[in-house]
């Protein structure tokens, strides 16, 4: 499955219907969004079928960076059951992100 680019009124249903969802919250004028965009692109595929992977424009669904409380980005959350156990502020290698993923699966 492909990046899924999230619009608040399709999120929940998403989220809490995946075991495990990772999703990164982004804007196009960020350089370190920009930086980090392949990362979460690669990741998508590695974890294809096991991980729903995920965006949102914080520009155009500003309610939900809010409710995420999402201060800086790129941020990216984790959830399992639609619920965050954990994120990471800022460009990271892919490590930091598969480790969450892998041991959580």
Do not use: Y
């Not at 992977?53 to 399992?80: C, W, Y």
């Not at 460009?91 to 892998?102: G, R």
Request: glycine share 6%; hydrophobic share 45%; proline share 7%.
């Amino acid at each position: 499955m492909a990046i899924q680019h999230f619009k608040t009124s399709e999120f929940d249903a998403a989220v809490e219907a995946a075991p495990l969802a990772m999703v990164d919250f982004w804007a196009s004028w960020c350089g370190p969004c920009k930086m980090l965009s392949p990362v979460v692109e690669s990741i998508a595929e590695q974890f294809d079928g096991k991980v729903l992977v995920g965006k949102v424009n914080v520009d155009e669904e500003p309610d939900l960076a809010r409710r995420f409380g999402v201060m800086s980005i790129p941020t990216v959350v984790f959830l399992k059951n639609g619920r965050e156990f954990d994120r990471k502020v800022g460009v990271m290698p892919p490590e930091a992100f598969t480790s969450v993923l892998n041991s959580n699966l």
